[in-house]
Nanobody, 126 residues
Framework: QVLLTESGGGLVQAGGSLRLSCAVS????????MAWFRQTPGKERELLSL????????YSPDSVKGRFTISKDNAKNTVWLQIKSLKSEDTGVYYC???????????????????RGQGTQVTVSI
């Protein structure tokens, strides 16, 4: 069983920074592409960042590029999302997800991940 557990969320002031962590147990972490999504009420989930299995290639959509940075450590079975210059519209539930294909192209195209965590709440106050 593959288990993804996020941490690091909380209440942050606008303009601040936050680092989210996702620890993965079970499965073969080094073979997974990993991604971070954001879910807010009434909206479709939003792909924030994705990184390939080896942690060498990262992707972020233009809407968050420059503020969101994903990183992956296969020795620690952990993926992180560094967020800076937080805005009120960044409020939401952030969850990590894994794709067995190693590149994550399907996630970029809107496909479903193979595994996902329960999420951690991020609330940005003005």
């Amino acid at each position: 069983q593959v288990l993804l557990t996020e941490s690091g969320g909380g209440l942050v002031q606008a303009g601040g920074s936050l680092r989210l962590s996702c620890a993965v147990s079970g499965g073969t972490f080094s073979e997974y592409a990993m991604a971070w999504f954001r879910q807010t009420p009434g909206k479709e989930r939003e792909l924030l960042s994705l990184i390939n299995s080896s942690g060498t290639i990262a992707y972020s959509p233009d809407s968050v590029k420059g503020r969101f940075t994903i990183s992956k450590d296969n020795a620690k079975n952990t993926v992180w999302l560094q967020i800076k210059s937080l805005k009120s519209e960044d409020t939401g539930v952030y969850y990590c997800a894994a794709a067995r294909d190693g590149l994550g192209f399907d996630l970029i195209k809107g496909g479903e991940p193979d595994y996902r965590g329960q999420g951690t709440q991020v609330t940005v106050s003005i």
